[in-house]
């Protein structure tokens, strides 16, 4: 419903009354199997809107790169500063050779759009993963992938020690508040020595990842 109202003009009126038809429904307590009923157009626009986000937020990295600003730190991070200097090489180039139709930033954009860099944004880390190249992926190491599975494995992740990794300043506020609470943790006196020893372990890679944007 969203998705529909930012694009198309005017369509509250429908979403209001499509929201009427649907309250009056659920209060007359009848299963509307209709509502529930997979939509493969509405599964494209929810595909399409993605994506859409995905290289807004995308299109922001590439612009504070450009303002020389600081996108995160760790492999990933360097990976795709150089990936964004390539693009800001190429749209110079078709400038200079005059194939450029605009002089803006919207040639940059245009590139960047048309290179596809892979990226997955997420709350404590992003990943840079290209599922045709899984080169050092973490999370695929000793892993059982599910037959047809493509790219990475999210919940075995390892942000502080993938070099796909991106730890964005917006991700340091989780990690130092998880430092605490693990530090707390440890110092609590009947601790097994085995829960010691993984605490142990997690504090470390608390400290790898925060030693990348160098907080420690
Ligand atoms: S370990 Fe994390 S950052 Fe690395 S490839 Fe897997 S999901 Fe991406």
Request: aromatic share 4%; proline share 5%; charged share 25%.
């Amino acid at each position: 419903m969203a998705m529909l109202t930012r694009d198309y003009p005017g369509s509250e009126i429908a979403v209001g009354m499509q929201l009427k038809h649907a309250a009056t429904r659920a209060l007359a307590n009848h299963w509307t199997q209709g509502y529930m009923d997979h939509d493969p157009s509405w599964a494209r626009l929810l595909t399409t809107a993605i994506a859409e986000r995905r290289f807004q937020r995308l299109r922001d990295l590439f612009d504070a790169d450009g303002r020389g600003e600081a996108i995160g730190f760790g492999p990933g991070a360097d990976q795709m500063r150089l990936a964004f200097a390539a693009v800001r090489e190429k749209a110079e180039a078709l400038r200079a050779s005059g194939k450029a139709q605009r002089g803006d930033i919207r040639v940059e954009h245009g590139l960047l759009k048309r290179t596809h860099l892979s990226i997955r944004f997420g709350k404590l880390n992003h990943c840079t993963l290209d599922e045709n190249n899984p080169v050092g992926a973490k999370c695929l190491e000793d892993a059982i992938v599910p037959p047809g599975h493509r790219g990475p494995l999210i919940d075995r992740c390892q942000p502080a020690r993938c070099s796909n990794s991106i730890i964005a300043a917006e991700h340091l506020p989780i990690w130092q508040a998880e430092h605490a609470s693990l530090t707390k943790l440890r110092s609590l006196p009947a601790l097994p020595a085995n829960r010691k020893a993984l605490i142990d372990q997690q504090i470390r890679d608390v400290e790898i990842a925060l030693t990348k944007a160098g907080e420690t």
